[in-house]
């Protein structure tokens, strides 16, 4: 990256201490959460799980402990530009990663939320591992082997919890055993964790026989074991819908302002969040007015928002429609993209339906990244299930956030980037306020580069912001001023064109995961506003392509980090 400070300054050699704590990092942060690490494309940990008992938790947190002390002691006014801005990342991400050991505020909120319930993470990263030959196959067996103790020590850990009076939300608990009772339901065949595709070099007869015996003898028996932990012992405890928030366990309050400067890399207050999202759906009043008088002959706000959830002829007729209209959306995307970005040899797309398994309790979409090997592309995972109560309007700005030019292209980008330490070319949730601020900064972005299709079409732009609006309301509603679950759903469906269905989904998530819906609109609004920045410092000199490729430059950052890199870019640009 091109810096604005002195050239006797740019020739410092790299610090072998701060990449000797960066290839620790990496490693300690994976052998501690390698489902992630399988979803990330990670390689090397597609045989491990999680240990999920408080004295491994315990153990990480010293290790990342034991980075950040070691940290400190290099002071970053002596190391080159680069290494300054990866002193500053490792800093902040090692502090989100203890915190969230420490905090564990998963054991309070039993769900199927991915990312938040140990047990959902497994159900998605398990068949996502990338067998690519024998030894690939032997890993996989090797993880399979070891769920049943992994999933017999979340129940401990949530026993444990429950002794202490942390315990989880009742509608956690029931999403939790509906996806169990779904997963125990299918046939052997069309079990997930039986049926990965397997590689040309293995018996595959052998090798599924073997994988068959593991899932019927151990892992279902351990999955049923559970089950019966969360129909007996947690649902009956379980806090009630008007006691949702991290606030109601012991713990919480400061385990969400943890979670709050985690997600969103600032020092914002749970208040100051609040207010801002209140802020965000005032301002939104007068496009929606402007875009409704235009395409529907009403600048009534509500009238738009009724009109939009009631049209029958804005809903899909079939799954397959929504799969075209989110493939067509990345096509065009992806023809489009040299114009605006910097030239980029990065893993195709795909797109990818979810299982209805999932459906229940799933968002719209979400996004898996390819492997670091380029034997998995990326993934753009849309629900599909019930296609008469999804909005058409919707699904190209979904498809801009989580494909091209959001959350795919970022990642993906952010995988070649081989210059940079390894743990920062495989980021996601851990600098949420960035890669979540940029999968939203798309779908405007796509607007300025042409991609939507309609007005109609934009509607689900502005119906996108009001929800990630809206989520500054209600996150720290429920986790900071200890709003009812029926009071966040009340406030959303009043400020958003979305379905009851969706509004249930979106609260429900935010309850079982404090504080990471805060990262869309906070991320969001500080790259408009290094955006501003460079265009009014630099005028006619402002290219639109160097200022991605500046912020996607080195990959995933703290905010705070962001701003350094942009303001330093502002200084190199020729007069």
Not at 171 to 192: C, K, P, R, W
Not at 236 to 243: E, H, L, Q, T, Y
Not at 273 to 287: F, K, P, S, T, V
Request: aromatic content about 6%; proline content about 5%; hydrophobic content about 40%.
């Amino acid at each position: 990256m091109a810096d604005n400070k002195p050239a006797a300054e740019a020739t410092v050699e790299p610090d072998d201490r701060l990449a000797r704590l960066s290839a620790e990092f990496f490693q300690v942060k994976h052998a501690a959460d390698p489902f992630s690490a399988t979803l990330l494309g990670v390689s090397g940990f597609d045989g491990l799980v999680p240990d999920p008992s408080r004295a491994g938790t315990a153990a990480e947190a010293a290790k990342v402990a034991g980075i950040e002390r070691r940290l400190d002691d290099i002071d970053p006014a002596g190391l080159n530009p680069a290494d300054r801005i990866n002193h500053a990342v490792l800093g902040s991400l090692a502090w989100g990663v203890r915190s969230d050991l420490e905090h564990a505020q998963w054991e309070t909120g039993a769900s199927a939320s991915g990312y938040s319930s140990p047990q959902a993470m497994m159900f998605m990263a398990v068949p996502a591992a990338s067998l690519t030959d024998a030894e690939a196959v032997e890993r996989y067996i090797q993880r399979l082997t070891a769920l049943p103790p992994f999933l017999d020590a979340v129940l401990d850990r949530h026993r444990l919890a429950k002794a202490d009076g942390r315990v989880p939300t009742r509608v956690g608990v029931g999403q939790a055993i509906d996806q169990l009772n779904g997963h125990l339901s299918l046939s052997l065949a069309d079990d997930t964790f039986v049926s990965p595709p397997l590689p040309g070099d293995v018996d595959e007869a052998r090798v599924r026989a073997r994988v068959s015996e593991i899932v019927t003898g151990s892992v279902r028996p351990a999955l049923r074991r559970l089950l019966a932990g969360l129909e007996e012992e947690l649902l009956p405890v379980a806090r009630p819908d008007d006691r949702v928030g991290i606030r109601f366990v012991p713990g919480g309050e400061e385990g969400y302002r943890n979670a709050v400067r985690r997600h969103t890399t600032t020092d914002l207050t749970p208040d100051e969040i609040h207010q801002i999202g209140l802020d965000c759906l005032a301002d939104l009043r007068e496009q929606w007015a402007e875009l409704g008088g235009r395409a529907l002959g009403t600048s009534d706000v509500g009238e738009i928002l009724s009109r939009l959830r009631d049209d029958r002829s804005l809903r899909f007729s079939a799954g397959s429609e929504i799969v075209d209209m989110v493939s067509d959306a990345l096509r065009r995307a992806e023809e489009a993209r040299d114009d605006w970005f910097p030239a980029y040899d990065i893993a195709g797309c795909v797109i990818e339906e979810i299982n209805p398994i999932e459906a229940g309790s799933a968002a719209l979409a979400h996004y898996r990244p390819p492997a670091g090997d380029g034997s998995r592309p990326g993934a753009h995972c849309v629900l599909t299930t019930d296609p008469q109560e999804r909005f058409v309007y919707e699904y190209e700005a979904l498809a801009f956030h989580e494909s091209s030019p959001g959350h795919h292209l970022q990642i993906a980008s952010a995988q070649k980037l081989t210059d940079l330490p390894e743990y920062r070319r495989y980021l996601d949730a851990e600098v949420c306020g960035y890669v979540e601020g940029w999968g939203l900064y798309s779908e405007r972005l796509a607007d300025e580069m042409g991609l939507y299709t309609s007005d109609i079409s934009r509607f689900g732009m502005l119906s996108f912001d009001a929800l990630r609006a809206c989520r500054l309301v209600v996150d720290t509603g429920i986790h900071h001023l200890g709003w009812s679950r029926q009071q966040a759903m009340r406030f959303m469906w009043d400020n958003t064109a979305t379905t009851q269905a969706n509004v249930r989904n979106e609260i429900d998530r935010y309850i079982s995961w404090p504080g990471q819906a805060l990262a869309y609109m906070i991320g969001r609004r500080e790259i408009g506003r290094l955006r501003t920045l460079a265009q009014d410092r630099l005028g006619s000199r402002f290219d639109i392509r160097a200022f991605h490729g500046t912020v996607l430059g080195n990959g995933a950052v703290p905010l705070g980090v962001l701003e350094q890199i942009v303001t330093a870019w502002i200084g190199t640009v020729p007069a």
